[in-house]
């Protein structure tokens, strides 16, 4: 079906789309997840907010700072209604389920908000706000672009009956709908009583109701690289770790169907992307039937084509030595593992509800290294948890020394509401002085060892697979296996290549290199 040619005269223009992304890997897919979704009902994607109809700030609720940033960032966006009064500004992913309408009552000029399950419902949300944008009736999944609809999700395609559109906030016109409690002038995908529409007035919309099979089976993303593919294998999260707010964002563990993934990753390797990244909350807990994570990552890593396969993030408690086995043997996994550990202290580990102790993260450890001895390891720390004394901090920096990870992303614990941690005693939380200084401390040792670790690397050839262009002109980007980025002289053409490159030097944190060579036929070809 041509979508164009079934929009009204006044809508013949194709509409424009623009999504901006904050936060984990996660979310990143979930972008190009509703990429794909406009890109389905017809629209054109922006490369810039400034020429878009639809901005979709794509949010991330995991910090404070980060939803700060969101906020500013929406403030920003709202001058362009000035000249564009029919732009639609919505905020999507964790942040908006977070907020939910009080994020609508804060910032009037936001006209949706939706939680990570509601993406299928985009069009129908769209459509109540602009009628004529968008065909009727094509929901997400059933428009072109998309995989057959008799293979969609449980969830499916279904009417948005429960988006009763009511007048804007501060209209004359009564609400018509409404759920108890929720703020008035704006319609809930929760059930309401009434439900008839204004499709005239202003409108703003609430998608927030948790999805317990949604896992956008049966929907094309719009795929930001021809290089590498996030395949997200998982979403929600069984853990409940007390400081976490993902629980109560995303929900609980959705596990996608073996075939399916399978299915989507020999497309991928069909697109000559020669790299996917497997994601997940705990994506090493998947399971799916007679299928675990160890036997899914042998399976995507055979197939033809996938010269790289990486996954995130992992649950400490879910390395077992299968998957260290698969690992080890198949060619294709990455010599590299993301393990968060988060604290160093058994104390901490315990009000964290991590579920480990540290003799039990460093037993896995050694697991993964006895099996694979040159495996690069990456981890998150969290630092000044409430109630933290100096000697637990001690013992995290003691723990960085003793594992001597090759990155690490370091926090102070930031307080999401809603959390198990929040309700801990005022007088356990760290002044805002001491967790700063206790943050520069881990950056700085991490820091030293991660020199120290990358030092010992220049001289070395390694395989990289050229990612893009680097910010210094006439130099590229390319990842080695253990994930560490080196730029190194080369052209655009190289972008998808894998070279063998020489590390001639190190800021630290990157590398500088030379190409000597091709890289080798390391993937596996079924
Ligand atoms: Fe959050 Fe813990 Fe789940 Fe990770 S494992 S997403 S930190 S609750």
């Not at 309408?101 to 706000?129: C, F």
């Not at 799916?288 to 990552?297: M, S, Y």
């Not at 649950?315 to 160093?344: F, K």
Request: aromatic residues 6%.
């Amino acid at each position: 079906m041509d979508l164009l040619h079934t929009m009204t005269h006044d809508s013949v223009r194709r509409r424009r789309a623009y999504v901006e992304t904050y936060g984990c890997q996660m979310n990143i897919s979930d972008g190009e997840l509703m990429q794909g979704i406009l890109a389905a009902q017809g629209f054109e994607l922006a490369d810039r907010p400034e020429e878009a109809d639809v901005i979709l700030v794509n949010t991330c609720a995991v910090r404070e700072h980060a939803e700060q940033r969101v906020l500013g960032r929406v403030g920003q966006l709202r001058k362009l209604k000035k000249h564009r009064p029919d732009l639609v500004i919505g905020v999507t992913g964790c942040m908006a389920q977070r907020m939910g309408e009080a994020l609508l009552e804060r910032a009037p000029y936001v006209e949706l908000v939706m939680g990570p399950d509601g993406y299928r419902r985009l069009p129908d949300a769209l459509r109540n706000l602009r009628p004529g944008w968008l065909p009727a009736g094509a929901g997400a999944g059933d428009a072109a672009g998309a995989r057959p609809a008799a293979r969609a999700a449980p969830a499916g395609r279904r009417e948005l009956p429960v988006l009763g559109a009511v007048p804007a906030a501060g209209s004359a016109t009564a609400p018509v709908g409404g759920t108890a409690g929720a703020m008035p002038g704006v319609a809930t995908s929760r059930p309401v009583s009434g439900g008839g529409v204004h499709a005239t007035a202003p409108q703003r919309v609430a998608v927030l109701d948790f999805e317990p099979h949604e896992n956008y089976e049966g929907l094309e993303v719009r795929r930001g690289s021809r290089v590498s593919a996030w395949v997200p294998i998982q979403r929600g999260c069984n853990y409940r770790c007390t400081y976490c707010i993902v629980p109560y964002t995303r929900g609980s563990e959705k596990n996608r169907d073996p075939e399916r993934i399978l299915e989507e990753v020999r497309g991928i390797a069909a697109q000559g992307i020669p790299e996917v990244v497997l994601l997940g909350q705990t994506v090493n807990s998947y399971e799916h039937g007679e299928w675990d994570f160890p036997r899914l990552l042998r399976a995507v890593a055979r197939v033809d084509g996938i010269r790289r396969v990486r996954f995130t993030s992992p649950h400490p408690n879910d390395v077992s030595e299968r998957l260290v086995e698969v690992m080890a043997t198949e060619p294709a996994v990455c010599r590299q593992l993301h393990l968060p550990v988060q604290a160093g202290h058994d104390r901490t580990l315990k009000r964290m509800l991590r579920r480990y102790t540290v003799a039990g993260y460093l037993e896995k450890v050694r697991m993964v290294r006895s099996a694979i001895p040159d495996i690069a390891l990456s981890t998150d720390v969290i630092v000044a948890f409430p109630g933290e004394t100096e000697e637990e901090f001690e013992a995290t920096l003691d723990l960085l020394r003793a594992v001597r990870y090759d990155d690490a992303f370091l926090y102070r614990y930031s307080p999401r509401d809603g959390t198990p941690a929040t309700r801990l005693p005022r007088e356990q939380f760290i002044p805002d002085a001491v967790a700063q200084e206790r943050l520069e401390r881990v950056i700085a040792l991490q820091r030293k060892i991660q020199a120290e670790i990358n030092r010992g690397e220049v001289g070395r050839t390694v395989e990289v697979l050229v990612e893009r262009e680097a910010r210094s002109e006439g130099d590229m980007l390319g990842r080695t296996e253990s994930n560490k980025v080196v730029a190194f002289p080369g052209g655009p053409e190289l972008v998808g290549r894998f070279l063998r490159v020489r590390l001639t030097g190190t800021t630290g944190a990157t590398f500088t290199g030379e190409v000597v060579g091709p890289g080798e036929e390391v993937g596996r070809v079924a």
